[in-house]
């Protein structure tokens, strides 16, 4: 038996909750892929989770993924940034991440992809699209996506489009949350029929350690989990 308040055991709770909710939504459980977000804990909890077989992790700051990056070298981690990117931070991404999932506007896509050939690297890019109200969440109008994909498209070859990427609402109320991640699938389907040359629709992430099972039965086919698997983050005193 796995302890359930340890890292092993938390991350096996997961998993299960994650085939529950493919298996409520008539899916195969292999469909959804779980992105551990490490933001705010420190290299013995990567350890830990390297020890259960994880290698991909989310981070929220180009500098977080630098410092880990550079104190786990050697260990074929991939890092992949899911937090708002400022344009001047694109040198950082370009050179760390193995994949970015927080594009969201014609400027940052001209730096990183600047940036890019500089590296002699290419890089998996999703589009963030806003479909919360929200004033505190970043992302794309969806009325804006498909001309942003034709641009990446055609001026930006480095930057490799794999999907779509929203944050929903933060409310009690499942069926305001349910909407933001119907929204995006949505979107994605009506993308999907523009058959945008250069582009693939195929993947969407979509909900948290809150909201996943209502994300995956809405068609997710990645969820970010973080508290749920590393425990209870400790944010510094504010100064």
Same mark, same amino acid.
């Given at each position: 038996?796995?302890?359930?308040?340890? &890292?092993?055991?938390?991350?096996?709770r997961?998993?299960?909750?994650?085939?529950?909710a493919?298996? *409520? +939504?008539?899916?195969?459980?292999?469909?959804?892929?779980?992105?551990?977000?490490?933001?705010?804990?420190?290299?013995?909890?990567?350890?830990?989770a390297?020890?259960?077989?994880?290698? *991909?992790?989310?981070?929220?700051?180009? !500098?977080?993924?630098r !410092?880990?990056?550079?104190?786990?070298?050697?260990h074929? @981690?991939?890092?992949?940034?899911?937090?708002?990117?400022?344009?001047?931070?694109?040198?950082?991404?370009?050179? #760390?991440? +193995?994949e970015v999932?927080?594009?969201?506007?014609?400027e940052?896509?001209?730096?990183?992809?600047?940036?890019?050939?500089?590296?002699?690297?290419?890089?998996?890019? @999703?589009?963030q699209?806003?479909?919360?109200?929200?004033p %505190?969440k970043y992302g794309?109008?969806p009325e804006?996506?498909?001309?942003?994909?034709?641009?990446? +498209?055609?001026?930006?070859?480095?930057?490799?489009?794999?999907?779509? &990427?929203?944050?929903?609402?933060?409310s009690?109320d499942?069926a305001?949350?349910r909407?933001?991640?119907?929204?995006?699938?949505?979107l994605?389907?009506?993308?999907? !029929?523009?058959?945008?040359?250069?582009? %693939?629709?195929?993947?969407?992430s979509?909900?948290? %350690?809150?909201?996943?099972?209502?994300?995956?039965?809405?068609?997710s086919?990645e969820v970010?989990?973080?508290?749920a698997?590393?425990?209870?983050?400790?944010?510094? #005193?504010?100064?």
């Open positions: 038996m796995i302890a359930e308040d340890t &890292m092993a055991g938390r991350l096996a997961i998993q299960q909750r994650i085939r529950e493919c298996e *409520r +939504a008539g899916r195969r459980p292999d469909s959804v892929t779980l992105l551990p977000v490490s933001k705010t804990f420190g290299e013995d909890a990567l350890r830990e390297m020890a259960l077989g994880l290698t *991909r992790f989310g981070e929220n700051k180009t !500098q977080e993924i !410092q880990k990056a550079v104190a786990l070298a050697g074929g @981690l991939k890092w992949v940034l899911i937090g708002h990117l400022q344009t001047n931070k694109a040198k950082d991404a370009a050179r #760390d991440a +193995a999932q927080s594009l969201d506007r014609v940052l896509a001209e730096a990183l992809h600047r940036r890019l050939q500089n590296e002699g690297r290419t890089l998996d890019v @999703l589009v699209v806003k479909t919360s109200p929200e %505190s794309m109008a804006d996506v498909a001309p942003f994909l034709r641009r990446i +498209a055609a001026d930006f070859p480095t930057l490799r489009v794999r999907g779509l &990427m929203t944050l929903a609402v933060n009690p499942p305001q949350v909407a933001c991640f119907r929204a995006l699938r949505e994605r389907d009506r993308l999907a !029929q523009e058959r945008i040359a250069g582009v %693939s629709l195929d993947r969407l979509m909900g948290m %350690s809150g909201d996943f099972e209502l994300a995956i039965e809405e068609g086919t970010r989990i973080g508290s698997i590393f425990g209870a983050r400790s944010y510094p #005193d504010p100064q």
